[in-house]
């Protein structure tokens, strides 16, 4: 077996961090205040960046766009809900933006990218450092389907006092931001405050009272923000705001917009087939879609009745049973 020396792994060690300089510096490309293609929504804020570092393609005017942020350590309702969102604005041609981070913002990004929409990671370092490391299909994929961009240079790290500065682009390029889950103190919170210092209309997805994860959404919206209970409530908001600052541009018409119904499309009114008034566990309700549904897993019946519950559609009682609320 041959051995090396500390030195030769020293060189080696730097070989590799050369390659993956060399493959990440790739296509890296710089647009400036002075440039025809710097985002107008940029150039709109109070002291808008000097420069914007990007891989891919920046966001066009022309389009709308929303954000969608929320928390990392994100719950399977969350999960569900930033996904099925992400997925049905994407497919309507609505621009997602997002900061690429675990949890929330890139389960929203997957669901774009699903929908064959685009979508935009704002990054907290430098376009050619993939941050966090296990989104790296992600940031992969979202350069084919919009772009990376940071106000930083290549080769910054994701320093903490980075992400306040990235949350700024982050609202600053977005029409609207849409919260799915947030802690009440949470980086979440300074975006929608950079938002709504910025004029942007905020909209959240309730949550239940016990859940802290849902604390910051039901907080937003006992104080004034829109209430998103499906795809359509924003863009419903969207076009309003799309109307007003593009007359002239049918991007987004409304009237061509179905009542969406989040994850189940607009064919059947899912879960609720096999609930009934009377309370049944998730597991009997699971077998009932089984019959049905052969592919369908237990996980993914318990998060749609969960969804189903905050839009009213369905109530819990006692631990683990549910019913359908008629209307």
């Known amino acids: 077996m041959f051995k090396t020396t500390a030195a030769e792994n020293v060189g080696i060690s730097r070989e590799i961090i ?54 990392r350590d994100c719950s399977e309702y969350g999960t569900y809900v930033a996904n099925a969102f992400g997925e049905a604005l994407a497919s309507y041609g609505v621009n997602i933006i997002s900061g690429m981070a675990r949890g929330i913002d890139g389960i929203s990004q997957v669901g774009a990218i699903r929908a064959g929409g685009r979508t935009y ?49 982050v609202a600053a390029l977005a029409d609207l931001i849409l919260v799915v889950e947030a802690r009440e103190k949470s980086g979440t919170s300074i975006t929608v405050e950079l938002a709504m210092g910025m004029g942007k209309e905020v909209y959240a997805v309730p949550g239940r009272l016990t859940d802290r994860l849902s ?41 061509l917009i179905n009542k969406l119904e989040t994850g189940q ?15 049944k566990s998730v597991e009997e309700i699971h077998m009932l879609r089984l019959k049905k549904e052969p592919d ?28 359908k609320v008629l209307r």
Request: with cysteine; aromatic share 8%; net charge neutral.
């Open 265 to 279: 499309g607009v064919k059947d009114e899912g879960v609720l087939k096999y609930m009934d008034t009377l309370p």
């Open 121 to 169: 990671g704002v990054l907290g370092s430098g376009v050619d450092v993939c941050y966090p490391v296990k989104n790296l299909q992600l940031y992969k994929d979202i350069q084919k389907n919009g772009g990376v961009l940071s106000i930083f240079p290549p080769g910054s790290k994701p320093e903490r006092y980075h992400f306040p500065m990235r949350n700024r682009i």
């Open 18 to 71: 050369r390659k993956y300089r060399e493959k990440y510096m790739e296509n890296i490309k710089v647009c400036t205040l002075d440039d025809n293609n710097y985002p107008l929504r940029l150039r709109e804020i109070e002291n808008p960046p000097e420069k914007l570092y990007y891989k891919g393609h920046l966001p066009k005017d022309d389009v709308p766009a929303v954000a969608i942020i929320g928390a």
């Open 215 to 255: 604390d910051g959404c039901n907080r937003l919206i006992k104080e004034g923000a829109g209430v998103a209970l499906s795809p359509e409530d924003v863009l419903r908001e969207l076009s309003l705001i799309w109307e007003i600052k593009h007359p002239n541009n049918d991007k987004l018409n409304y009237n």
């Open 296 to 323: 369908a897993t237990l996980q993914e019946t318990l998060t749609q009745i969960v969804l189903r519950c905050s839009t009213g559609d369905a109530c819990q009682v006692g631990s683990g049973y549910f019913y």
